[in-house]
């Protein structure tokens, strides 16, 4: 079946790096995307990344993507207070761009 | 500016009593889905509209209903919500043959 996983809890300081990562298992998922929803607001498509790649780079934001491990990872380079939120994952499943989502990762920036 | 919305952004109802959500989009998608998130969990499609075509996920309670009248409106009727149905719901759009789906703020739904 289906299924997103991510760890649920990040703490990084202003200024350094962060890396969220996610798995999926569905090897047919064509495109995977993260997400950004800050508090009591709806979901932001933050980027994405097509199966037959590996990485993509979006100004701050480095997606990496392990097809064999079927691994997702997010890097958000020097950190803001402004990127404290939940990330999420999703994988598109079926053939009418269904999104299975991870459960989120809770990400705090300290100064 | 091209946009996903949704009304009311906070919703009461009390137990049982018949509630509607309200989604409208500027972006002239062809697809609108409702998705349901709980508490510190996923977003769960609950169905979806491509066009006119209704498509309900398997597990979605027979509660939950959906309305779409024209192409930038799409509504979510629960019958008769009960306490584990309070949640936030989340409207969004795509093009049919696209890849990205855009979301709007959100309903919270408390049911008393």
């Known amino acids: 079946g289906e299924d997103v996983e991510q760890s649920l809890f990040l703490s990084v300081r202003e200024g350094d790096s962060s890396v969220i990562n996610c798995t999926y298992t569905?090897?047919?998922?064509?495109?995977l995307y993260w997400y950004k929803q800050e508090p009591g607001a709806g979901l932001q498509l933050l980027t994405y990344?097509?199966?037959?790649?590996d990485m993509k780079q979006d100004q701050r934001l480095t997606v990496l993507l392990n097809k064999k491990d079927k691994h997702l990872s997010l890097r958000i380079a020097d950190t803001q207070t402004g990127d404290s939120a939940i990330y999420f994952c999703?994988?598109?499943?079926?053939?009418?761009?269904?999104?299975?989502f991870g459960a989120g990762t809770r990400l705090a920036v300290h100064p | 500016d091209a946009m996903v919305i949704q009304n009311p952004r906070y919703q009461v109802t009390q137990f049982g009593k018949p509630v509607t959500l309200s989604c409208s989009q500027t972006?002239?998608?062809?697809?609108m889905y409702w998705y349901q998130q709980k508490s510190s969990q996923a977003p769960k499609l609950l169905f979806h509209?491509?066009?006119?075509?209704?498509?309900n996920e398997a597990d979605t309670p027979d509660n939950f209903q959906s309305r779409r009248p024209n192409t930038s409106f799409c509504f979510l009727d629960i019958r008769s919500p009960g306490l584990g149905d309070a949640a936030m719901y989340l409207c969004?759009?795509?093009?049919?043959?696209?890849?990205?789906?855009?979301f709007g703020p959100g309903t919270r739904l408390t049911v008393t």
């Open positions: 969004a759009t795509s093009n049919g043959g696209g890849y990205e789906q855009y």
């Open positions: 569905d090897s047919s998922s064509t495109y």
């Open positions: 990344i097509f199966s037959n790649m």
């Open positions: 999703a994988e598109m499943a079926g053939g009418y761009n269904k999104l299975i």
């Open positions: 972006l002239n998608h062809n697809v």
């Open positions: 509209y491509y066009d006119k075509d209704f498509n």
